[in-house]
């Protein structure tokens, strides 16, 4: 068993950090886990929040749905509510049959009809990487006028979970709900609270704890004092407060870094050599040891070079000469940034204002708590994306599609992932700047604490020991 780790810059490596995350202390490694009891979580936003494009990003989510594949600890594909999958025409068409046996939380069966209507209603939020998707008895079938050789991990992601359609449904809860076939049912809903309950009756077992309940919109401030009042089993630690985190000797566990710090450029009419100007202006080194105390890696690349190869290759250097050249003797449009997020992104983005007004750019940094429409129309976003998967073609499928990118990547090696790449990124509507890792201040009860392949505590395989 893995527990309690805070890595430091000597770990090298995505794959070999993702294996030996969590380390636990051989007493903790000899407590067998047990059923029972309520784990309080609190988190600082909204646990069912989606992204700028509508992608389902909060940690509840996958409490309560599943998704036809899914991606172990390392990111390597696995089986999930689909048993297997198999393509042909040029990975134009695939083919997922769905494991047998398995409900919803409202006792009605998965079947393929259900799965389509649920992708279906995904398709109206956000782009979908297929053209056609039907029922073939007890299989789901996609098919599309281009090869999509990553579809089984794209269909892994957060976007494509699967719940039961609310017109179809005879759950007698609330239309508010959200019925899967995870494992937790949803019980209560409320804006600072939520309630979930053990499904006894989940296709890979019953969680461990009885419950979970998560309370929203809670300061880190508060939820240290609560985790210190033994109110709280566990609560957020941001990159920037790993530091003071240690020096009061919280219980932290902490992933590897697998959150993408990136600028995205909205404005389409801004010049490309002002969006090249942004790009030289930025100062990772300075986000890197000042705002997020030298947490994470510093990343001119989309990927981490432990993870493709190659990320030495892009230059991380702020170059504020070749900014001013770049820029010229255009005056450059006043520019909104917006932040995506929450905690030590706002003071990123005031700090990325200083960098760029070096430049000769005016950014005005707007005030945190913006709705998403606002910060979609925002000229400049600072965003976090999600690192899934293990292999370069298929994680850079999946950082493009969080931007809007729908494009299948058909790379056969790193050397063909790294011409996408640099190709993507000469258009400086991306400005990678820091992988940074997510973190958890744990409560003394608390064993067993696992993150999935984006850095996400696994919930249902956590478990409380006895007392109170």
Known sequence: MLRRFVPDSAIAGFLV????????????????????????????????????????????????LDGLTDLDAQGALRSSLAERW????????????????????NSRPLNALAVVTSLQESCRLIACPWTGIHVVGQSVVFTSESPMPNLPHILAGNEFLIRQSADTSTDVLAAEMIVGTGPFRMKEVSRDKMRFEANDDCWRGRPFVDAVEISSHRSIHDQWIDLSQNKADMVEVHPNDLRQARQQR???VISPPQTLLALQVNNAGLAPQLRAALAAAVDRAALFQ???????????????????????????????????????GVTP?????????????????????????????????AAPGGNAQAIRHADLVLRTLRLQS?????????????????????????????QVEHDYLEQNTIIPLLYLPRAWGLGDRVRDVYFNSSGVPDIANISLEEGP
Request: hydrophobic share 45%; aromatic share 6%.
């Open 390 to 418: 293990a292999t370069p073609a298929t994680s850079l499928e999946s950082i493009l599609r969080s931007i809007g990118e729908n494009k299948p990547i058909v790379a056969s090696d790193a050397a063909a992932a790294y």
């Open 333 to 365: 449009p006043l520019l909104t940034l917006s932040v995506e997020g929450t905690g030590p992104m706002q003071l990123a983005a005031e700090r990325l204002a200083l960098n760029l007004h070096d430049a000769g750019f005016t950014v005005r940094v």
């Open 86 to 105: 198999a393509s042909d025409n040029n990975d134009q068409r695939w083919q997922f049959w769905l494991r047998s046996g398995v409900s919803f939380q």
């Open 250 to 252: 919280l219980n932290v």
């Open 290 to 328: 000042v705002i997020f105390q030298k947490e994470g890696e510093v990343s001119a690349s989309l990927l981490p070079s432990s993870l493709s190869g190659y990320g030495f290759l892009f230059p991380a250097g702020r170059d504020l000469n070749h900014a001013q050249a770049l820029r010229g």
């Open 17 to 64: 950090a993702a294996c030996a995350m969590l380390l636990i202390a051989p007493a903790d490694a000899r407590t067998r886990p047990h059923y029972g009891g309520t784990l309080r979580i609190e988190v600082e936003g909204d646990p069912l929040q989606r992204d700028l494009l509508q992608r389902p990003e909060g940690l509840a989510w996958r409490l309560v």
